[in-house]
């Protein structure tokens, strides 16, 4: 009998009592290309004449399309326990028995490959959300949207604008040198203010995660919450509804083939994965017409919206079917398997904005030969938004590493991902005899607190201070060396000449590419972790030579006119 011990902290191989690590001992496979390639499989599939992205309709609208990434994700998470379990039992003769903590993996256990399981309970003490703070939240909105009315009424002639509608993440909110206790939308903060010189802007803001709500009370811009166009969907929206124009064609569904290297998913896909298909489906049309409604009621003109996933694209969606002008501003890193992006569908005039602004060239040409839905004439190259407050800030300025090894620990919000990356950090820095300082910069989505406290008390950090807000540009500035997974924060580092260091996890193995492209070194244990950062420390680690052209291909120009271009294309 061989144990395999699956949880958040621990995975490992109990093989006639050794214990082994569970990825020395399997091959390595690259989850993310193997889910999008299954994914692209189901997709491709045609059932009595019909594709996965036809079997709901509403109005010739896909709405499969606005739940895809959804499903990618929890796809994801499936597919990569399927990949351990598999490769686990091609290298063992014996019985496999599973010991785990993951709800997936359990399911994985049972539902693929009917083999034992021990679940753990590993529950997390998460904290309340203060309902006095989204009540505040609401009561602000509601001014906001007072003032958008007056504004729009025709009692106003005399000052009257356009309106404008901008769907902005509280995400991108963001503490800026010069004003500690003000918060900045470090994505579109500079567009809006140049907008509302000539529109009436409507800026409906998503709040993401609840738990980042104080960035949002300390944001100065006028917004309403996206909760209360949530709200006023579940009271409204089902009454809006024409059931006459929806198809739904789902019943097909139970036709497709679940098959993925030689193992059916049909229960999987079906208990699991698509199980609410139906239900999301119309979530996501109750948005599409109330964004309909909005454009209508206010006679918006323009839509701008941060990123292109899931709500944002019902924004688009309804913007194109009433013909305004369409907009989108890149949010993160675009890969070949960015389910947001990478799309191929037969209603490509319909899902996409008119105009995306993108980067840099490299993301042009990635969705131009990986779909059908871009194309020169509705891709932007504009470079990143950011980067204006860099070069206007002068953080571009290059400063000479003094005293000991300063440290940014960039975290990331999941717990298979967060947890085996910072042990192996804090593995390191016990082994490490140059000084060091540590700030662990959490991820707005990371509620790991107590995790990060028993491991700096139990391997002894020495000088480690742990931040939720602050000002990124600043902790950069102030890093010698920047640590994460995958997270965007490596790039910036390197936009300010800054070496980073990307922790390799199997499940997340160099994601963002940022290794592959020379922007960051990558280590898969402590002690190759160890090795860099000494080097590093000693200054035995220069960055890498094509930096600048690897800046040119993703971030277009550094010239702090970024802003400036996207209005250009807005107004012109």
Same mark, same amino acid.
């Given at each position: 009998?061989?144990?395999?011990?699956?949880?958040?902290?621990?995975?490992?191989? @109990?093989?006639?009592?050794?214990?082994?690590?569970?990825?020395?001992?399997?091959? +390595?496979?690259?989850?993310?290309?193997?889910?999008?390639?299954?994914?692209?499989?189901?997709?491709?599939?045609?059932?009595?004449?019909?594709?996965?992205?036809?079997?709901?309709?509403?109005?010739?609208?896909?709405?499969?399309?606005?739940? *895809?990434?959804?499903?990618?994700?929890?796809?994801?998470?499936?597919?990569?326990?399927?990949?351990?379990? *598999?490769?686990?039992?091609?290298?063992?003769?014996?019985?496999?028995?599973?010991?785990?903590?993951?709800? @997936?993996?359990?399911?994985?256990?049972?539902?693929?490959?009917?083999?034992?399981?021990?679940?753990?309970?590993?529950?997390?003490?998460?904290?309340?959300?203060?309902?006095?703070?989204?009540?505040?939240?609401?009561?602000?909105?509601?001014?906001?949207?007072?003032?958008?009315?007056?504004?729009?009424?025709?009692?106003?002639?005399?000052?009257?604008?356009?309106?404008?509608?901008?769907?902005?993440?509280?995400? &991108?909110?963001?503490?800026?040198?010069?004003?500690?206790?003000?918060?900045?939308?470090?994505?579109?903060?500079?567009?809006?203010?140049?907008?509302?010189?000539?529109?009436?802007?409507?800026?409906?803001? !998503?709040?993401?995660?609840?738990?980042?709500?104080?960035? =949002?009370?300390?944001?100065?811009?006028?917004?309403?919450?996206?909760?209360?166009?949530?709200?006023?969907?579940?009271?409204?929206?089902?009454?809006?509804?024409?059931?006459?124009?929806?198809?739904?064609?789902?019943?097909?569904?139970?036709?497709?083939?679940?098959?993925? !290297?030689?193992?059916?998913?049909?229960?999987?896909?079906?208990?699991?994965?698509?199980?609410?298909?139906?239900?999301?489906?119309?979530?996501?049309?109750?948005?599409?017409?109330?964004?309909?409604?909005?454009?209508? +009621?206010?006679?918006?003109?323009?839509?701008?919206?941060?990123?292109?996933?899931?709500?944002? *694209?019902?924004?688009?969606?309804?913007?194109?079917?009433?013909?305004?002008?369409?907009?989108?501003?890149?949010?993160?890193?675009?890969?070949?398997?960015?389910?947001?992006?990478?799309?191929?569908?037969?209603?490509?005039?319909?899902?996409?904005?008119?105009?995306?602004?993108?980067?840099?060239?490299?993301?042009?040409?990635?969705?131009?030969?990986? =779909?059908?839905?871009?194309?020169?004439?509705?891709?932007?190259?504009?470079?990143?938004?950011?980067?204006?407050?860099?070069?206007?800030?002068?953080?571009?300025?290059?400063?000479?590493?003094?005293?000991?090894?300063?440290?940014?620990?960039?975290?990331?919000?999941?717990?298979?991902?967060?947890?085996?990356?910072?042990?192996?950090?804090?593995?390191?820095?016990?082994?490490?005899?140059?000084?060091?300082?540590?700030?662990?910069?959490?991820?707005?989505? &990371?509620?790991?607190?107590?995790?990060?406290?028993?491991?700096?008390?139990?391997?002894?950090?020495?000088?480690?201070?742990?931040?939720?807000?602050?000002?990124?540009?600043?902790?950069?500035?102030?890093?010698?060396?920047?640590?994460?997974?995958?997270?965007?924060?490596?790039?910036?580092?390197?936009?300010?000449?800054?070496?980073?260091?990307?922790?390799?996890?199997?499940?997340?193995?160099?994601?963002?590419?940022?290794?592959?492209?020379?922007?960051?070194?990558?280590?898969?244990?402590?002690?190759?972790?160890?090795?860099?950062?000494?080097?590093?420390?000693?200054?035995?680690?220069?960055?890498?030579?094509?930096?600048?052209?690897?800046?040119?291909?993703?971030?277009? +120009?550094?010239?702090?006119?970024?802003?400036?271009?996207?209005? !250009?294309?807005?107004? !012109?």
């Amino acid at each position: 009998m061989v144990k395999l011990i699956y949880t958040a902290q621990k995975k490992e191989l @109990i093989v006639d009592g050794q214990i082994l690590d569970l990825f020395e001992h399997i091959e +390595k496979t690259n989850t993310e290309k193997e889910a999008f390639g299954y994914l692209t499989y189901l997709e491709n599939q045609n059932v009595n004449g019909l594709k996965l992205e036809e079997l709901y309709l509403y109005d010739n609208v896909p709405l499969y399309i606005f739940d *895809r990434p959804s499903i990618y994700r929890k796809l994801n998470g499936f597919i990569f326990c399927i990949m351990v379990i *598999r490769n686990t039992q091609d290298k063992i003769s014996e019985e496999l028995e599973v010991q785990t903590d993951d709800d @997936i993996m359990a399911k994985v256990c049972a539902e693929v490959f009917n083999i034992k399981c021990e679940k753990i309970d590993n529950k997390k003490n998460i904290p309340a959300i203060n309902k006095g703070k989204l009540l505040r939240r609401f009561i602000r909105g509601i001014g906001s949207y007072c003032k958008f009315l007056l504004n729009n009424s025709l009692l106003n002639k005399k000052n009257y604008k356009e309106s404008f509608l901008v769907m902005s993440r509280a995400a &991108d909110l963001n503490p800026i040198k010069g004003n500690e206790n003000e918060y900045y939308d470090t994505q579109l903060g500079g567009v809006i203010e140049k907008l509302k010189k000539t529109y009436n802007i409507l800026n409906i803001q !998503n709040l993401n995660n609840k738990y980042i709500i104080d960035k =949002t009370r300390n944001y100065h811009e006028n917004f309403v919450p996206f909760e209360l166009f949530v709200i006023y969907k579940r009271l409204t929206a089902k009454k809006n509804v024409n059931n006459s124009l929806v198809v739904d064609n789902l019943i097909y569904i139970d036709k497709f083939d679940f098959h993925f !290297n030689k193992l059916d998913l049909r229960n999987i896909m079906l208990k699991y994965i698509l199980k609410d298909v139906r239900k999301n489906y119309y979530s996501y049309l109750y948005e599409l017409i109330l964004a309909e409604k909005i454009i209508k +009621k206010f006679k918006i003109k323009k839509c701008l919206v941060v990123g292109e996933g899931d709500r944002a *694209r019902c924004f688009i969606a309804a913007g194109n079917r009433l013909k305004i002008g369409t907009y989108a501003v890149q949010h993160g890193i675009i890969n070949d398997t960015a389910s947001t992006y990478i799309i191929t569908s037969k209603f490509k005039e319909l899902l996409v904005p008119k105009h995306t602004f993108l980067w840099g060239d490299k993301f042009k040409e990635l969705l131009i030969s990986h =779909t059908n839905v871009y194309n020169e004439k509705n891709i932007n190259v504009v470079g990143q938004v950011r980067t204006d407050h860099l070069v206007q800030s002068g953080y571009l300025k290059i400063d000479k590493k003094s005293g000991s090894l300063k440290i940014l620990y960039a975290t990331q919000p999941f717990r298979d991902l967060l947890e085996p990356a910072t042990l192996m950090l804090f593995k390191a820095l016990s082994l490490m005899k140059d000084d060091y300082e540590l700030i662990i910069k959490l991820h707005p989505a &990371d509620l790991s607190f107590e995790f990060y406290e028993k491991v700096v008390e139990k391997f002894q950090i020495k000088n480690c201070k742990m931040i939720k807000d602050g000002d990124l540009y600043e902790l950069i500035k102030w890093s010698d060396l920047v640590i994460s997974v995958h997270s965007t924060v490596v790039v910036e580092a390197a936009l300010m000449n800054k070496p980073s260091i990307c922790i390799l996890l199997p499940k997340y193995n160099d994601n963002g590419g940022f290794v592959k492209d020379g922007v960051s070194f990558g280590v898969k244990d402590e002690n190759e972790l160890l090795e860099y950062m000494v080097k590093i420390n000693k200054e035995e680690m220069p960055l890498n030579k094509d930096i600048q052209n690897y800046i040119h291909e993703n971030f277009y +120009k550094l010239d702090g006119k970024v802003t400036e271009r996207i209005i !250009n294309v807005i107004e !012109n």
